[in-house]
């Protein structure tokens, strides 16, 4: 029996005799804790936590990197070498991680500074809930799946990937400044029925190069013909047409070149009711793309001595118009 006032401590005692063997270890090969734990044991965990990341495909240069690989080789203790490995991988990620944003007149905010930890997290982050809504010869598309709950998601991903293909593709950091490119000007025509997705920020860390943008409540020209999208009620395949060429004689007469002119490259809007402001289509993937106000030669570029030929912007208009109104007559009718 206790008496008024007294503690009860024999909780806190039983807490106390735990050994420290028997707590869990972190998962966090960057979180090893300062407390006291058998060195067998200490051992074991360092061993497998350096077996997860010289398997991971993005730590790769740990074991490619002749000079790397021979200090692993050489540590005496996996907690040694566990040490040596993260300490690589977080100068490589210090090296590699680069970060741009849209600039205020597209997105409203000020520049805001970034570090590499933190750019790393939130590609770890993207990717851990990715769930896939494109896919091209050199990219894939992707939501966060923990930014969808009760509303879509307002921001999509584009993770490049290598060229099946080469065609001399722009970096991550010019792609993005050309789509911004493309976005300021089609802001000077706020009557075109076609737009362009917003560009939001493009980084890189390690393997990984992002571009984050607008998601598009739209589905490209290809997609409705596979019949994973439709035509909506209000949309005229003419108008759309027309559309399409006036705003790239207004890209064209900005020096702005898309050259990756497709059926997967021109999105048209799901909406079930356009109102006067709205965009009835949109022209996505500026990975091609050139800004050239000579116009002499816009539609080739020279990569390391190796000449690439892109298609004509407007080549494209009366294959998609031919193919939507058969679309129409076959599904719609």
């Given amino acids: 029996m206790k008496g008024e006032g007294m503690k009860d401590t024999s909780n806190r005692k039983k807490q106390e005799t735990v050994k420290e063997k028997d707590k869990p270890l972190t998962e966090n090969p960057h979180d090893i804790p300062e407390r006291q734990i058998p060195q067998e044991t200490l051992e074991q965990e360092a061993e497998r936590l350096l077996e997860n990341l010289l398997s991971d495909k993005d730590?790769?240069?740990?074991?490619?990197?002749?000079?790397?690989?021979?200090?692993?080789?050489?540590?005496?203790?996996?907690?040694?070498?566990?040490?040596?490995?993260?300490?690589?991988?977080?100068?490589?990620?210090?090296?590699?991680?680069?970060?741009?944003?849209?600039?205020?007149?597209?997105?409203?905010?000020?520049?805001?500074?970034?570090?590499?930890?933190?750019?790393?997290?939130?590609?770890?982050?993207?990717?851990?809930?990715?769930?896939?809504?494109?896919?091209?010869?050199?990219?894939?598309v992707v939501v966060d799946k923990s930014e969808v709950r009760s509303l879509p998601p307002e921001i999509c991903y584009k993770f490049a990937i290598t060229e099946t293909t080469p065609r001399g593709r722009n970096s991550t950091f010019s792609e993005i400044a050309l789509q911004e490119a493309f976005y300021k000007a089609n802001m000077e025509v706020p009557e075109s029925k076609i737009g362009v997705p917003i560009p939001f920020y493009a980084h890189e860390v390690g393997i990984h190069k992002v571009i984050a943008m607008e998601k598009l409540n739209a589905k490209s020209v290809d997609d409705i013909l596979h019949s994973k999208g439709t035509l909506p009620p209000w949309f005229d395949v003419d108008t759309f047409c027309d559309e399409l060429h006036t705003v790239l004689d207004h890209f064209h007469a900005k020096g702005l070149y898309?050259?990756?002119?497709?059926?997967?490259?021109?999105?048209?809007?799901?909406?079930?009711?356009?109102g006067d402001g709205d965009k009835i289509g949109f022209i996505i993937d500026f990975g091609l793309s050139v800004q050239d106000d000579t116009g002499i030669e816009p539609y080739k570029k020279q990569v390391?001595?190796?000449?690439?030929?892109?298609?004509?912007?407007?080549?494209?208009?009366k294959r998609v118009q031919t193919a939507l109104k058969t679309y129409q007559k076959t599904h719609l009718a």
């Fill in 258 to 274: 898309h050259r990756d002119m497709h059926e997967g490259n021109i999105m048209i809007s799901q909406q079930k009711e356009i």
């Fill in 304 to 317: 390391a001595g190796t000449t690439f030929t892109y298609s004509d912007d407007y080549g494209i208009i």
């Fill in 59 to 140: 730590n790769a240069f740990l074991t490619e990197h002749e000079e790397n690989k021979k200090r692993l080789d050489e540590f005496s203790s996996a907690v040694q070498a566990l040490a040596f490995a993260l300490k690589k991988i977080d100068e490589r990620h210090e090296r590699t991680s680069r970060l741009t944003l849209a600039s205020p007149e597209v997105l409203g905010v000020e520049i805001v500074n970034v570090n590499p930890v933190g750019i790393r997290k939130n590609v770890e982050e993207i990717l851990k809930h990715a769930m896939e809504i494109g896919r091209g010869g050199d990219a894939i």
